[in-house]
């Protein structure tokens, strides 16, 4: 009883708070333009400079190589000492009772940390601005609103979280990714640095994702419609996020914008199902997070991209006012969370994943590595095995990989692990079901690694990692005509292009072979072991690719030999940048020489110099059109000539 007598004591004085967004905007010239990203630079460092409630760092770099911007705002008292609540912070998610314990008490007096992420779609410009709006608001007003700002609350803002786009006025990155759409895969710098110096240093209460557009009049504000992701509490989240949004409606409703809240408008279509959004990905770190679209902006109608920023700026701030307002609950709701995920989720999930390393264990020793390596980066704890250990009738050796689900990332954990979930609606159902985005993920299977959950408890000797640690790459046997690698890894892939590259030789075999017992199956590569530069490149990169080689005889199986692919990989109207980036990516990844071509080099025959020509998904009655039977004729000469085509998904696969 007394504790409860505490949170409504400190429920109580939170009351006092003013509890009316009002703050004006800077004036600016009309019509108001988007900032250039260019500035941002000159306009951060100038509000530094002269606030001292303000911190600029440069995080790190996009794709393209531009400075990405956070931005922190608090009390001149809390700035200097940010280490000590990011401390807390990382107590709250892995002691979350102490946390409890320590705000209760008065021990630690609580700062709601809020984190604004603007224009993760750098064509969507309004919120950058509206973030540049907050900070000089913050910087140098004095109003009670900024003042209780200052006193509850730590601001923390992405102030452009895709330069790139921003700089070319497009959604994407400069390797053409949608970065709302890379959360849980993380595959680039920008949304590896939001996880990073973000989601696990801050583990923020709330995430507001600033978005566009929507209609000229009217804005968008989650939370979402069903299906809710079973590996997130939703329960607890929707407290605080309906409430929330409906302070945010009130706001903008001042300004005659009307708002769209999913949750209480939509029976379908925007759900929050996938962990790939900044908020839903923010869920799994018990965050509030809520994506807020703004009205449209249209250069022949004056004072649109004003009113544009306007509404990101006034949501922006109910949201904050909502959230100092109800911080003590909202934080409670944040530590229940961790507390359930120490709890597996109140049981919902496994007792544990097992990721063996054992190549007689696992299909992908590399890849279950890099899986391993992938959980800790998004924060999940991961132990080793110290010693052999049985479940069932299996015996797992030492160096095998554990995933306890009594943590307090369990549900991010189970998120990346699981087998998913049948999400067709039963028949009966009567409404049409679609999803808003991709729905369906599983980094096992399409990472090719064997992760066995258990359900029941066993025992076992094991100890926390921070980094799993590759099988050590070795040359075995003792054969002197060839060295044999399995083309069974991406890493295979990877160091037969480098070889290529190297001009050293490779081939290719044509059926299965047997050398001392080991059956090496149809598509192995040998490389003649015969020059000393040979055998160095290889075994240097044995090492570096972490594979093991095998030394052979002269063995008596059909072979050809392997040349380096020149890859046309096409971009033009028609064809979807997230498909081409992708594919660009990936190639390239792999080591592949991949040029990029459009519709007008097909034309002038200029495939006739590749092995292969890529056309990626898009739509395909563009892509007829513009490469025109010229075009099209060109292809059908290409793939007669011996050259492959690989078209795929609507656009280069159904060409016709």
Same mark, same amino acid.
């Given at each position: ?23 004006? +905007? ?45 931005? @922190? ?27 409890? /314990? ?55 803002? %992405? ?7 921003? *700089?070319? %006025? ?6 053409? &990714? ?15 640095? @939001? ?6 240093? /801050?583990?923020? +209460?709330?995430? #507001? ?36 949004? #409906? ?9 005659? *914008? ?153 549900? #991010? ?27 369906? /993920?599983?980094?096992?299977?399409? /990472? ?136 660009? &990516? ?20 200029? *495939? ?49």
């Amino acid at each position: 009883m007394g504790k409860n007598k505490t949170w409504i004591m400190l429920a109580f004085l939170l009351v006092l708070l003013p509890t009316v967004v009002c703050c004006p +905007l800077q004036a600016y010239a009309e019509p108001r333009e988007f900032t250039p990203y260019q500035e941002l630079g000159r306009i951060l460092t100038e509000i530094a400079e002269t606030s001292n409630r303000v911190k600029v760092e440069i995080i790190g770099q996009s794709a393209g190589g531009n400075d990405i911007y956070l931005v @922190t705002i608090a009390s001149p008292h809390v700035l200097n000492r940010l280490s000590y609540y990011k401390w807390f912070a990382q107590l709250t998610v892995n002691y979350p009772e102490k946390a409890r /314990w320590l705000v209760e008490k008065g021990i630690v007096n609580y700062k709601a940390t809020i984190y604004i992420h603007g224009s993760i779609h750098g064509n969507e410009m309004a919120g950058t601005d509206a973030c540049l709006d907050i900070i000089r608001l913050l910087a140098y007003d004095n109003s009670n609103l900024v003042q209780a700002v200052l006193e509850n609350a730590i601001i923390i803002i %992405n102030v452009c979280a895709n330069p790139d786009g921003r *700089i070319a %006025n497009r959604r994407h990155n400069d390797n053409y &990714f949608d970065l709302n759409r890379d959360f849980i895969t993380a595959s680039q710098p920008e949304t590896q640095l @939001t996880i990073q110096k973000v989601f696990l240093e /801050w583990t923020p +209460l709330v995430t #507001l994702d600033l978005h566009g557009y929507m209609g000229p009049d009217w804005v968008l504000i989650e939370p979402c419609t069903p299906p809710h992701n079973p590996n997130t509490e939703f329960d607890i989240l929707i407290e605080h996020l309906y409430p929330m949004a #409906l302070e945010m409606e009130a706001a903008l409703a001042t300004i005659n *914008i009307s708002t769209v809240i999913p949750y209480r408008d939509w029976l379908a279509e925007w759900d929050d199902y996938p962990p790939i959004f900044t908020p839903m990905y923010g869920f799994y770190h018990a965050s509030y997070g809520i994506t807020f679209e703004t009205t449209r902006p249209d250069p022949k109608r004056e004072g649109s991209v004003e009113t544009s920023i306007k509404c990101h700026y006034l949501g922006s701030l109910a949201a904050i006012n909502y959230t100092i307002n109800h911080k003590y609950e909202m934080f409670w709701g944040q530590t229940e969370i961790f507390l359930r995920g120490i709890n597996r989720g109140n049981g919902r999930f496994p007792y544990a994943y097992i990721i063996p390393v054992d190549p007689k264990l696992q299909a992908d020793p590399l890849e279950a590595v890099d899986l391993v390596n992938h959980l800790i980066f998004h924060g999940v704890r991961v132990h080793e095995a110290t010693h052999p250990f049985k479940v069932g009738k299996t015996v797992y050796p030492k160096g095998t990989y554990v995933v306890l689900m009594n943590q307090p990332r369990s549900g #991010l954990a189970n998120t990346i692990l699981w087998d998913g979930e049948n999400l067709s609606p039963p028949p009966d159902y009567g409404l049409d079901y679609p999803m808003y985005d991709i729905s369906g /993920w599983n980094f096992p299977e399409l /990472w090719g690694v064997t992760v066995i959950p258990v359900h029941q408890k066993f025992h076992a000797c094991l100890k926390p990692i921070k980094r799993a640690d590759y099988l050590k790459g070795e040359i075995v046997g003792s054969g002197d005509c060839y060295f044999v690698l399995k083309d069974n890894t991406n890493n295979a892939v990877k160091m037969v292009n480098r070889l290529l590259a190297e001009g050293i030789a490779v081939y290719w075999t044509t059926e299965p072979f047997t050398w001392c017992g080991t059956r090496f199956e149809i598509g192995t590569f040998l490389i003649p072991a015969k020059e000393f530069r040979t055998k160095w490149i290889v075994y240097k990169m044995a090492k570096e690719f972490h594979l093991t080689l095998y030394r052979v005889g002269n063995v008596k199986v059909g072979m050809r030999l392997l040349r380096e692919p020149k890859v046309a990989l096409v971009l033009d109207s028609g064809i979807d940048r997230t498909s081409y980036g992708a594919a660009n &990516f990936v190639l390239k990844n792999l080591g592949f020489n991949v040029n990029t071509i459009n519709y007008a080099a097909i034309k002038q025959g200029a *495939i006739q110099n590749y092995d292969i020509v890529i056309v990626p998904d898009g739509t395909n009655t563009t892509i007829a059109r513009r490469l025109g039977s010229e075009g099209l004729q060109k292809l059908i000469e290409f793939v007669k000539a011996g050259g492959t085509y690989l078209g795929y998904g609507e656009g280069g696969g159904s060409i016709e």
